[in-house]
């Protein structure tokens, strides 16, 4: 599908319009994908749910809403949305960010990752892409990790019903596409 390369069309509505959730990056990322697929607009097959974690669960991102002024917020882990356009540009779909929404990746690179080098090694990430039509496909999620010991939301879930796959319940769980992503050694930087 060639697309001229004057302006890029963001895929989604703007960031007030789509369906968000705090604390729910993954489900906020699979809303995002699901309409995509919806709207056939661009090939699904372009995108990726792009997970960043590390082995302590410590990730610093930087122009987070949560953040404040200049410092990182330090997530466990963090699920934002890559379009590989075909383009000169791919595009970061983020609505944890104070950045455009879309941001173009390299913006969202310098802005939000930073360099692991000026990092302290515990705190380097690790990344595992997930194609948006397999993302749709394979992840579940029954929001568990999100409750504390006592069986209490650490943060209130998203209104609609938990995300579960065709097939019920059989699909990924969140922590299942987590486990290849800390078993690597390395950060295995995005194919951009």
């Not at 974690?53 to 002024?69: A, F, V």
Request: charged letters at 25%; proline letters at 9%; one cysteine or more.
């Amino acid at each position: 599908m060639a697309r001229p390369e004057t302006a890029y069309e963001a895929a989604v509505p703007p960031r007030p319009a789509c369906t968000y959730t705090s604390c729910y990056c993954e489900e906020n990322v699979w809303k995002l994908c699901d309409y995509i697929r919806s709207q056939d607009r661009y090939p699904l097959e372009e995108f990726y749910a792009v997970f960043i974690s590390n082995d302590r669960r410590m990730i610093p991102l930087w122009k987070q809403k949560s953040g404040h002024g200049d410092e990182p917020v330090v997530w466990d882990y963090h699920v934002i949305l890559l379009h590989v356009s075909g383009g000169e540009q791919n595009f970061i779909y983020d609505l944890d960010t104070v950045l455009s929404f879309p941001c173009p990746f390299d913006m969202y690179s310098v802005e939000a990752f930073r360099l692991d080098d000026s990092l302290r090694p515990e705190f380097h990430r690790k990344i595992r892409m997930i194609r948006a039509d397999l993302y749709l496909k394979t992840f579940a999620s029954d929001r568990s990790h999100m409750k504390d010991a006592n069986g209490k939301w650490q943060k209130p879930p998203p209104p609609y019903p938990c995300i579960e796959t065709a097939a019920g319940n059989g699909g990924c769980s969140h922590h299942r596409l987590f486990l290849p992503l800390l078993r690597e050694r390395s950060l295995s930087p995005a194919p951009v």
